[in-house]
T-cell receptor, first 114, second 113 residues
Framework: GAGVSQSPSNKVTEKGKDVELRCDPISGHTALYWYRQRLGQGLEFLIYFQGNSAPDKSGLPSDRFSAERTGESVSTLTIQRTQQEDSAVYLC????????????FGSGTRLTVV | GDSVTQMEGPVTLSEEAFLTINCTYT??????LFWYVQYPGEGLQLLLK?????DKGSNKGFEATYRKETTSFHLEKGSVQVSDSAVYFCALRTPSNDYKLSFGAGTTVTVRA
């Protein structure tokens, strides 16, 4: 597509439930990132996918968080047993191959855990 | 570790006022520096960048100069418009982590007519 698409745009869930967030990157973009933005804070790196290489999961805050990506297409970020501190905007970005600057961000998913 | 510190917002200005958003950084080596902007309801977009000391990035009337001696990359615009209302993020990328961006907390700017 023309841009990075994320769904849902808003999600309210009860504490303890699992949630799945989706990211559709720009077609042909081999690199995909997930970031988290808590209220009043900067973007926090979560995970990075590059082609068929092993992902960099160093930013995932706990084992409740996981992400998958099939090839160079859609990615899903799953949060199990959600906690109130998981409330944040989750942003996805993609970029082409080795380009260092060409991030394109989606509009994000605002997750609220009640 | 690498980090970026931005001036806290929110910032409220009148049209045609001068805007400065301060950004300082801590990094290993020589980072590349960026300003991203997020307009209401949209994703982050790259506004401008600078890759080495004394470089000036510019776009849409905004400018920022990479100052190695003060480890700063302050964003400026001489005459803001209502359409500049957005959240602005300073970010850096270092050679040791060349695929990751480290972001500041963001500064919300509101320009009133």
């Amino acid at each position: 597509g023309a841009g990075v698409s994320q769904s849902p745009s808003n999600k309210v869930t009860e504490k303890g439930k699992d949630v799945e967030l989706r990211c559709d990157p720009i077609s042909g973009h081999t690199a995909l990132y997930w970031y988290r933005q808590r209220l009043g804070q900067g973007l926090e790196f979560l995970i990075y996918f590059q082609g068929n290489s092993a992902p960099d999961k160093s930013g995932l805050p706990s084992d409740r968080f996981s992400a998958e990506r099939t090839g160079e297409s859609v990615s899903t970020l799953t949060i199990q047993r959600t906690q109130q501190e998981d409330s944040a905007v989750y942003l996805c970005a993609s970029r082409a191959g080795t380009a260092h600057y060409g991030y394109t961000f989606g509009s994000g998913t605002r997750l609220t855990v009640v | 570790g690498d980090s970026v510190t931005q001036m806290e917002g929110p910032v409220t200005l009148s049209e045609e006022a001068f805007l400065t958003i301060n950004c300082t950084y801590t990094a290993t080596g020589y980072p590349s520096l960026f300003w991203y902007v997020q307009y209401p309801g949209e994703g982050l977009q790259l506004l401008l960048k600078a890759t080495k000391a004394d470089d000036k990035g510019s776009n849409k009337g905004f400018e920022a100069t990479y100052r190695k001696e003060t480890t700063s990359f302050h964003l400026e615009k001489g005459s803001v418009q209502v359409s500049d209302s957005a959240v602005y993020f300073c970010a850096l990328r270092t050679p040791s982590n060349d695929y990751k961006l480290s972001f500041g907390a963001g500064t919300t700017v509101t320009v009133r007519a």
